[in-house]
Protein backbone atom coordinates (compact mmCIF):
# COMPACT_ATOMS: atom_id res chain seq x y z
CA UNK A 1 0.00 0.00 0.00
CA UNK A 2 1.07 3.10 -0.78
CA UNK A 3 2.18 6.03 1.52
CA UNK A 4 -0.78 8.19 0.01
CA UNK A 5 -3.05 5.24 0.46
CA UNK A 6 -2.23 4.88 4.13
CA UNK A 7 -2.70 8.67 5.20
CA UNK A 8 -6.13 8.54 3.50
CA UNK A 9 -7.02 5.46 5.15
CA UNK A 10 -5.96 6.84 8.74
CA UNK A 11 -7.87 10.00 8.05
CA UNK A 12 -10.59 8.05 6.85
CA UNK A 13 -10.69 5.58 9.72
CA UNK A 14 -10.23 8.70 12.13
CA UNK A 15 -13.64 10.71 10.40
CA UNK A 16 -15.35 7.10 10.66
CA UNK A 17 -14.54 6.74 14.52
CA UNK A 18 -15.42 10.06 15.47
CA UNK A 19 -19.08 9.91 13.62
CA UNK A 20 -19.49 6.88 16.15
CA UNK A 21 -18.38 8.71 18.96
CA UNK A 22 -21.25 11.23 18.15
CA UNK A 23 -23.75 8.67 17.25
CA UNK A 24 -23.33 7.06 20.63
CA UNK A 25 -24.19 10.92 22.50
CA UNK A 26 -27.44 10.79 20.58
CA UNK A 27 -29.91 10.85 23.37
CA UNK A 28 -30.85 12.38 26.31
CA UNK A 29 -33.25 15.12 26.38
CA UNK A 30 -33.93 18.63 28.24
CA UNK A 31 -35.17 18.97 31.58
CA UNK A 32 -36.61 22.37 30.51
CA UNK A 33 -40.65 22.35 31.20
CA UNK A 34 -42.14 21.69 27.75
CA UNK A 35 -45.03 24.99 26.89
CA UNK A 36 -48.37 24.28 25.63
CA UNK A 37 -48.38 24.61 21.69
CA UNK A 38 -51.27 24.38 19.88
CA UNK A 39 -51.06 20.40 17.66
CA UNK A 40 -51.14 21.07 14.32
CA UNK A 41 -53.87 19.93 12.16
CA UNK A 42 -52.06 16.63 9.72
CA UNK A 43 -52.26 18.43 6.77
CA UNK A 44 -51.27 21.94 9.10
CA UNK A 45 -54.08 23.82 6.88
CA UNK A 46 -55.08 25.31 10.23
CA UNK A 47 -51.68 26.26 11.02
CA UNK A 48 -51.69 29.39 8.49
CA UNK A 49 -53.93 32.67 9.56
CA UNK A 50 -53.47 35.83 7.22
CA UNK A 51 -50.95 38.07 5.35
CA UNK A 52 -49.49 39.93 7.98
CA UNK A 53 -49.74 43.38 7.35
CA UNK A 54 -46.44 45.29 6.23
CA UNK A 55 -45.02 41.41 5.09
CA UNK A 56 -45.57 40.64 0.40
CA UNK A 57 -46.66 36.87 1.22
CA UNK A 58 -45.65 36.33 4.84
CA UNK A 59 -48.94 34.58 6.54
CA UNK A 60 -49.06 34.78 10.86
CA UNK A 61 -48.88 31.46 12.21
CA UNK A 62 -52.06 30.47 14.15
CA UNK A 63 -50.54 27.13 16.09
CA UNK A 64 -47.87 28.69 18.45
CA UNK A 65 -47.68 28.96 21.87
CA UNK A 66 -49.69 31.78 23.98
CA UNK A 67 -47.00 31.44 26.91
CA UNK A 68 -44.17 33.80 27.09
CA UNK A 69 -41.10 31.95 25.91
CA UNK A 70 -37.73 32.92 24.70
CA UNK A 71 -35.96 30.94 21.88
CA UNK A 72 -32.00 30.61 21.65
CA UNK A 73 -30.24 31.06 18.52
CA UNK A 74 -26.85 30.30 17.09
CA UNK A 75 -25.42 31.77 14.85
CA UNK A 76 -21.92 33.68 13.74
CA UNK A 77 -20.30 36.96 14.20
CA UNK A 78 -19.84 40.20 11.80
CA UNK A 79 -23.06 40.79 10.13
CA UNK A 80 -25.38 37.44 10.39
CA UNK A 81 -25.64 38.32 14.37
CA UNK A 82 -27.22 41.64 13.96
CA UNK A 83 -29.71 39.77 11.37
CA UNK A 84 -30.74 37.64 13.66
CA UNK A 85 -31.47 40.33 16.42
CA UNK A 86 -32.95 42.45 13.96
CA UNK A 87 -35.49 39.61 12.55
CA UNK A 88 -36.11 38.26 16.14
CA UNK A 89 -37.29 42.00 16.97
CA UNK A 90 -39.66 41.89 13.81
CA UNK A 91 -40.61 38.45 14.80
CA UNK A 92 -41.63 39.61 18.00
CA UNK A 93 -43.71 42.55 16.93
CA UNK A 94 -45.92 39.61 15.12
CA UNK A 95 -45.63 37.39 18.29
CA UNK A 96 -45.02 39.37 21.17
CA UNK A 97 -44.95 36.35 23.53
CA UNK A 98 -42.08 35.21 21.51
CA UNK A 99 -38.74 36.57 22.61
CA UNK A 100 -35.40 36.22 20.49
CA UNK A 101 -32.19 35.63 22.14
CA UNK A 102 -28.85 35.87 19.89
CA UNK A 103 -25.88 33.64 21.13
CA UNK A 104 -22.26 33.41 19.15
CA UNK A 105 -21.95 30.16 17.94
CA UNK A 106 -20.04 30.44 14.91
CA UNK A 107 -21.71 27.83 11.96
CA UNK A 108 -18.35 26.33 11.36
CA UNK A 109 -18.59 25.54 15.21
CA UNK A 110 -22.38 24.42 15.32
CA UNK A 111 -22.19 20.78 14.27
CA UNK A 112 -19.74 19.53 16.86
CA UNK A 113 -21.19 22.02 19.40
CA UNK A 114 -24.74 20.44 19.51
CA UNK A 115 -23.99 17.49 19.65
CA UNK A 116 -22.34 17.65 23.05
CA UNK A 117 -24.71 20.52 24.11
CA UNK A 118 -27.97 19.71 22.78
CA UNK A 119 -28.20 16.18 25.01
CA UNK A 120 -27.24 18.59 27.98
CA UNK A 121 -29.89 21.08 27.88
CA UNK A 122 -27.55 23.38 27.10
CA UNK A 123 -28.08 24.06 23.20
CA UNK A 124 -30.08 26.29 21.21
CA UNK A 125 -33.65 25.79 19.38
CA UNK A 126 -32.60 27.26 16.19
CA UNK A 127 -29.06 26.86 14.77
CA UNK A 128 -26.95 28.04 11.71
CA UNK A 129 -24.82 25.30 9.81
CA UNK A 130 -23.73 24.45 6.15
CA UNK A 131 -26.02 22.14 4.78
CA UNK A 132 -22.96 19.78 3.93
CA UNK A 133 -23.46 18.85 7.89
CA UNK A 134 -27.18 18.01 7.36
CA UNK A 135 -26.65 14.17 7.04
CA UNK A 136 -24.31 13.57 10.02
CA UNK A 137 -26.40 15.77 12.13
CA UNK A 138 -29.63 14.20 11.02
CA UNK A 139 -27.79 10.63 11.50
CA UNK A 140 -26.58 11.46 15.05
CA UNK A 141 -29.99 12.93 16.00
CA UNK A 142 -28.98 16.72 16.59
CA UNK A 143 -31.92 18.46 14.34
CA UNK A 144 -35.61 17.79 13.63
CA UNK A 145 -36.96 17.11 10.21
CA UNK A 146 -39.40 19.56 9.25
CA UNK A 147 -42.12 17.16 7.96
CA UNK A 148 -42.16 16.14 11.58
CA UNK A 149 -42.80 19.45 13.27
CA UNK A 150 -45.45 20.56 10.54
CA UNK A 151 -45.79 19.84 6.62
CA UNK A 152 -46.48 23.49 6.07
CA UNK A 153 -42.79 24.14 6.97
CA UNK A 154 -41.20 21.89 4.45
CA UNK A 155 -43.98 22.98 2.00
CA UNK A 156 -42.50 26.63 2.40
CA UNK A 157 -38.59 25.33 1.76
CA UNK A 158 -39.97 23.32 -1.16
CA UNK A 159 -41.08 26.84 -2.61
CA UNK A 160 -37.37 27.99 -2.14
CA UNK A 161 -34.75 27.65 -5.38
CA UNK A 162 -33.94 23.88 -6.10
CA UNK A 163 -30.64 24.12 -5.32
CA UNK A 164 -31.76 25.40 -1.81
CA UNK A 165 -34.56 22.32 -1.44
CA UNK A 166 -31.71 19.98 -2.90
CA UNK A 167 -28.85 21.14 -0.52
CA UNK A 168 -31.14 20.51 2.54
CA UNK A 169 -33.02 17.20 1.66
CA UNK A 170 -31.74 13.76 3.11
CA UNK A 171 -34.08 10.39 3.02
CA UNK A 172 -36.54 11.72 2.06
CA UNK A 173 -37.02 14.50 4.67
CA UNK A 174 -36.40 18.32 4.46
CA UNK A 175 -34.16 19.12 6.96
CA UNK A 176 -33.73 23.18 7.25
CA UNK A 177 -34.55 26.75 6.44
CA UNK A 178 -32.35 28.18 3.92
CA UNK A 179 -31.37 31.59 4.53
CA UNK A 180 -27.89 32.42 1.99
CA UNK A 181 -26.51 30.79 -0.67
CA UNK A 182 -22.45 30.55 -1.80
CA UNK A 183 -20.44 29.54 -4.51
CA UNK A 184 -17.37 30.97 -5.76
CA UNK A 185 -16.02 32.12 -9.54
CA UNK A 186 -13.87 34.76 -10.81
CA UNK A 187 -12.88 38.04 -9.73
CA UNK A 188 -11.18 40.46 -11.90
CA UNK A 189 -8.74 43.63 -11.79
CA UNK A 190 -10.33 45.59 -14.56
CA UNK A 191 -6.60 47.99 -14.01
CA UNK A 192 -4.88 44.60 -14.87
CA UNK A 193 -7.24 43.10 -17.34
CA UNK A 194 -10.10 44.24 -19.45
CA UNK A 195 -11.97 40.86 -19.25
CA UNK A 196 -12.00 37.08 -18.25
CA UNK A 197 -12.10 34.38 -21.02
CA UNK A 198 -15.22 32.60 -21.39
CA UNK A 199 -13.58 28.90 -21.92
CA UNK A 200 -10.50 27.74 -20.12
CA UNK A 201 -8.36 27.42 -23.99
CA UNK A 202 -8.82 31.25 -24.02
CA UNK A 203 -7.91 31.58 -20.43
CA UNK A 204 -4.58 29.79 -21.11
CA UNK A 205 -3.76 31.91 -23.92
CA UNK A 206 -4.50 34.91 -22.38
CA UNK A 207 -2.52 34.12 -19.38
CA UNK A 208 0.73 33.52 -21.00
CA UNK A 209 0.55 36.56 -22.46
CA UNK A 210 -0.49 38.83 -19.23
CA UNK A 211 2.62 36.72 -17.07
CA UNK A 212 5.61 37.07 -19.97
CA UNK A 213 4.58 41.04 -19.87
CA UNK A 214 4.75 41.35 -15.83
CA UNK A 215 6.99 40.05 -14.20
CA UNK A 216 6.53 38.81 -10.73
CA UNK A 217 2.66 38.87 -11.19
CA UNK A 218 0.50 35.98 -12.56
CA UNK A 219 -2.69 36.16 -14.29
CA UNK A 220 -4.64 33.94 -11.87
CA UNK A 221 -4.37 32.30 -8.75
CA UNK A 222 -6.60 30.32 -6.89
CA UNK A 223 -5.97 28.18 -4.07
CA UNK A 224 -5.58 24.67 -6.72
CA UNK A 225 -4.91 22.20 -4.28
CA UNK A 226 -8.00 22.72 -2.20
CA UNK A 227 -10.74 20.02 -2.19
CA UNK A 228 -13.50 22.73 -2.61
CA UNK A 229 -12.14 24.87 -4.95
CA UNK A 230 -11.20 23.13 -7.45
CA UNK A 231 -13.85 20.18 -7.75
CA UNK A 232 -15.42 21.75 -10.93
CA UNK A 233 -12.26 20.05 -12.91
CA UNK A 234 -13.51 16.77 -12.29
CA UNK A 235 -17.36 17.65 -13.09
CA UNK A 236 -19.53 18.57 -16.17
CA UNK A 237 -22.92 19.33 -16.44
CA UNK A 238 -23.67 15.86 -16.17
CA UNK A 239 -21.32 14.94 -13.85
CA UNK A 240 -21.65 15.95 -9.92
CA UNK A 241 -20.26 14.59 -6.90
CA UNK A 242 -22.44 11.57 -6.02
CA UNK A 243 -24.67 11.40 -9.09
CA UNK A 244 -27.57 14.20 -10.35
CA UNK A 245 -29.41 13.55 -7.16
CA UNK A 246 -26.40 13.72 -4.60
CA UNK A 247 -26.99 10.72 -2.57
CA UNK A 248 -25.50 7.55 -5.41
CA UNK A 249 -22.28 7.38 -3.07
CA UNK A 250 -22.52 3.28 -3.21
CA UNK A 251 -20.72 3.36 -6.46
CA UNK A 252 -18.13 5.76 -5.33
CA UNK A 253 -17.50 9.57 -5.52
CA UNK A 254 -18.54 9.66 -9.29
CA UNK A 255 -15.50 11.18 -10.47
CA UNK A 256 -13.54 7.61 -11.50
CA UNK A 257 -14.72 7.89 -15.17
CA UNK A 258 -12.58 9.25 -18.33
CA UNK A 259 -14.47 12.65 -18.64
CA UNK A 260 -13.22 13.40 -14.71
CA UNK A 261 -9.56 12.53 -15.36
CA UNK A 262 -9.25 13.92 -18.47
CA UNK A 263 -10.40 17.16 -16.82
CA UNK A 264 -8.18 16.53 -14.41
CA UNK A 265 -5.02 16.50 -16.38
CA UNK A 266 -5.76 19.62 -17.48
CA UNK A 267 -6.26 20.90 -14.53
CA UNK A 268 -3.02 19.68 -14.21
CA UNK A 269 -1.61 21.18 -17.53
CA UNK A 270 -2.34 24.57 -16.09
CA UNK A 271 0.40 24.65 -13.24
CA UNK A 272 2.87 24.13 -16.34
CA UNK A 273 1.03 26.65 -18.70
CA UNK A 274 0.44 29.35 -16.17
CA UNK A 275 1.09 29.09 -12.59
CA UNK A 276 3.96 27.17 -11.84
CA UNK A 277 3.49 27.65 -8.36
CA UNK A 278 3.55 24.56 -5.74
CA UNK A 279 0.12 23.89 -4.24
CA UNK A 280 1.50 24.52 -0.71
CA UNK A 281 2.12 28.06 -1.64
CA UNK A 282 -1.43 28.44 -3.12
CA UNK A 283 -2.92 28.84 0.50
CA UNK A 284 -5.79 31.46 1.09
CA UNK A 285 -3.97 33.99 2.74
CA UNK A 286 -1.17 33.73 -0.41
CA UNK A 287 -3.83 33.74 -3.08
CA UNK A 288 -5.74 37.23 -1.26
CA UNK A 289 -2.50 39.06 -0.77
CA UNK A 290 -1.16 38.97 -4.17
CA UNK A 291 -4.55 39.92 -6.09
CA UNK A 292 -5.70 42.75 -3.46
CA UNK A 293 -1.82 43.68 -3.88
CA UNK A 294 -1.98 44.12 -7.58
CA UNK A 295 0.23 41.34 -8.39
CA UNK A 296 -2.49 39.01 -10.08
CA UNK A 297 -4.84 39.84 -12.33
CA UNK A 298 -7.66 37.60 -11.77
CA UNK A 299 -8.70 35.34 -8.67
CA UNK A 300 -10.71 32.33 -7.99
CA UNK A 301 -12.78 32.91 -4.77
CA UNK A 302 -16.06 33.03 -3.01
CA UNK A 303 -19.01 35.41 -2.70
CA UNK A 304 -17.91 36.00 0.99
CA UNK A 305 -14.82 37.64 -0.14
CA UNK A 306 -17.42 40.58 -2.57
CA UNK A 307 -16.86 43.02 0.43
CA UNK A 308 -13.35 42.69 1.25
CA UNK A 309 -12.43 43.22 -2.63
CA UNK A 310 -14.61 45.42 -3.34
CA UNK A 311 -12.51 47.68 -0.77
CA UNK A 312 -9.90 46.59 -2.10
CA UNK A 313 -9.90 47.12 -5.76
CA UNK A 314 -11.38 50.29 -6.80
CA UNK A 315 -12.27 49.04 -10.20
CA UNK A 316 -13.55 45.20 -9.35
CA UNK A 317 -15.18 42.65 -11.96
CA UNK A 318 -16.25 39.48 -11.82
CA UNK A 319 -17.15 36.52 -14.43
CA UNK A 320 -18.54 32.90 -14.14
CA UNK A 321 -16.24 30.31 -14.34
CA UNK A 322 -14.90 29.53 -18.15
CA UNK A 323 -16.25 26.84 -19.70
CA UNK A 324 -13.46 23.59 -19.93
CA UNK A 325 -12.41 21.94 -22.87
CA UNK A 326 -15.37 20.36 -24.60
CA UNK A 327 -17.96 22.27 -22.00
CA UNK A 328 -20.24 24.44 -23.45
CA UNK A 329 -21.24 26.55 -20.32
CA UNK A 330 -19.62 27.93 -17.05
CA UNK A 331 -17.71 25.18 -14.98
CA UNK A 332 -20.00 23.31 -12.63
CA UNK A 333 -18.89 23.89 -9.26
CA UNK A 334 -20.07 23.68 -5.57
CA UNK A 335 -22.27 26.00 -3.61
CA UNK A 336 -23.04 26.16 -0.17
CA UNK A 337 -26.70 26.73 1.22
CA UNK A 338 -26.26 28.41 5.05
CA UNK A 339 -28.73 26.83 7.11
CA UNK A 340 -31.23 26.73 10.03
CA UNK A 341 -31.84 23.86 11.60
CA UNK A 342 -34.29 23.28 14.92
CA UNK A 343 -32.48 21.06 17.72
CA UNK A 344 -33.94 17.80 18.49
CA UNK A 345 -33.58 19.21 21.77
CA UNK A 346 -35.22 21.92 21.48
CA UNK A 347 -38.74 21.70 23.68
CA UNK A 348 -40.40 24.94 21.37
CA UNK A 349 -39.68 23.26 17.65
CA UNK A 350 -42.64 24.49 16.54
CA UNK A 351 -41.98 28.63 17.57
CA UNK A 352 -38.07 27.84 16.35
CA UNK A 353 -38.98 26.80 13.43
CA UNK A 354 -41.64 29.24 12.85
CA UNK A 355 -38.77 31.89 13.17
CA UNK A 356 -37.02 29.90 10.77
CA UNK A 357 -39.68 30.07 8.38
CA UNK A 358 -39.97 33.99 8.99
CA UNK A 359 -35.98 34.55 8.22
CA UNK A 360 -36.84 33.24 4.47
CA UNK A 361 -39.61 35.35 3.56
CA UNK A 362 -39.22 37.73 1.08
CA UNK A 363 -38.50 40.88 3.63
CA UNK A 364 -36.01 39.19 6.25
CA UNK A 365 -34.49 37.66 2.63
CA UNK A 366 -33.97 41.78 1.69
CA UNK A 367 -32.69 42.93 5.40
CA UNK A 368 -30.54 39.51 5.58
CA UNK A 369 -28.56 41.27 1.85
CA UNK A 370 -28.32 44.50 3.10
CA UNK A 371 -26.58 43.47 6.50
CA UNK A 372 -24.50 40.85 5.57
CA UNK A 373 -24.14 41.56 1.56
CA UNK A 374 -24.25 37.73 1.25
CA UNK A 375 -26.48 35.93 -1.69
CA UNK A 376 -29.56 35.45 -0.75
CA UNK A 377 -31.92 31.96 -0.54
CA UNK A 378 -34.29 33.67 -2.72
CA UNK A 379 -34.21 34.65 -5.86
CA UNK A 380 -36.92 37.89 -5.92
CA UNK A 381 -34.89 39.84 -3.34
CA UNK A 382 -33.63 43.24 -5.14
CA UNK A 383 -29.81 42.89 -5.65
CA UNK A 384 -27.96 46.12 -6.47
CA UNK A 385 -23.94 44.79 -6.52
CA UNK A 386 -23.07 43.73 -9.93
CA UNK A 387 -20.18 41.78 -8.56
CA UNK A 388 -22.82 39.50 -7.39
CA UNK A 389 -25.13 39.80 -9.77
CA UNK A 390 -21.96 37.81 -11.34
CA UNK A 391 -22.31 34.67 -8.74
CA UNK A 392 -26.46 34.40 -9.35
CA UNK A 393 -25.26 33.83 -12.56
CA UNK A 394 -22.31 31.37 -11.56
CA UNK A 395 -25.16 29.71 -9.25
CA UNK A 396 -27.30 28.64 -12.41
CA UNK A 397 -24.19 25.93 -12.84
CA UNK A 398 -23.42 25.18 -9.29
CA UNK A 399 -25.11 22.64 -7.27
CA UNK A 400 -25.22 21.89 -3.56
CA UNK A 401 -22.42 20.05 -1.43
CA UNK A 402 -24.58 16.98 -1.33
CA UNK A 403 -26.18 16.45 2.46
CA UNK A 404 -25.43 12.79 3.02
CA UNK A 405 -23.14 12.29 5.77
CA UNK A 406 -20.63 10.36 3.43
CA UNK A 407 -19.36 13.88 2.11
CA UNK A 408 -17.19 13.99 5.56
CA UNK A 409 -15.49 10.68 3.75
CA UNK A 410 -15.00 12.58 0.19
CA UNK A 411 -13.64 15.78 2.63
CA UNK A 412 -11.08 13.21 3.77
CA UNK A 413 -10.00 10.87 1.01
CA UNK A 414 -9.58 14.06 -1.65
CA UNK A 415 -7.89 16.24 0.99
CA UNK A 416 -4.49 15.31 -0.52
CA UNK A 417 -5.50 14.15 -4.17
CA UNK A 418 -6.11 17.80 -5.85
CA UNK A 419 -2.68 18.60 -4.22
CA UNK A 420 -0.83 15.89 -5.31
CA UNK A 421 -1.93 15.74 -9.27
CA UNK A 422 -1.26 19.49 -8.99
CA UNK A 423 1.99 18.62 -7.56
CA UNK A 424 2.95 15.96 -10.47
CA UNK A 425 1.27 13.02 -9.53
CA UNK A 426 -0.66 10.62 -11.83
CA UNK A 427 -3.87 12.07 -12.16
CA UNK A 428 -5.96 8.91 -12.82
CA UNK A 429 -4.44 6.74 -10.18
CA UNK A 430 -5.00 9.48 -7.39
CA UNK A 431 -8.44 9.50 -8.44
CA UNK A 432 -9.45 5.98 -8.41
CA UNK A 433 -7.01 5.24 -5.24
CA UNK A 434 -9.32 7.46 -3.21
CA UNK A 435 -12.32 6.43 -5.24
CA UNK A 436 -11.74 2.86 -3.79
CA UNK A 437 -10.81 3.85 -0.30
CA UNK A 438 -14.04 5.93 -0.27
CA UNK A 439 -16.10 3.01 -0.95
CA UNK A 440 -14.19 0.99 1.21
CA UNK A 441 -15.22 2.87 4.21
CA UNK A 442 -18.50 4.18 3.02
CA UNK A 443 -19.41 0.43 2.67
CA UNK A 444 -18.85 -0.02 6.18
Known amino acids: MGIMKRKIMAMALATTMAASMLVGCGGGGSDVEAVTTKAPSADGEASIGGVVEGYESYTKRTDLTQDEIKLTIWESQDGPDEFVKQAGEKFSEIYPNIKIEYVNVESTSAKDQIANDGPAGLGPDLFAAANDCTGTMASTGSIQPLEEINSTYADAVKKMPEICVSGVSYDSKTWGFPVARETYTVFYNKDLIDSVPTTWEELVTVAKDFNSKNEGKYALMWQAGNTYHSVFFLTSDTIKLFGPTLDDYANGTGFNNETSIAGAKFF ?175 AQ
Do not use: H
Request: charged share 25%; glycine share 6%.
Open 268 to 442: QSLRKDILDVDAGNLDEATTVAYFEEGKCAMVIDGSWKIGAYEEAIPNLGAATLPSLPGQSQPASNFAGIRTMYVSAYSDYKNEAAAFGEFMMCKEMQQLRYELTKTIPSRDDVEIDDEVMKVFLEQLKYSFAMPPVPQIAQYWTCFNSVYTNMWNGEDCESQISEADEIFKTFT
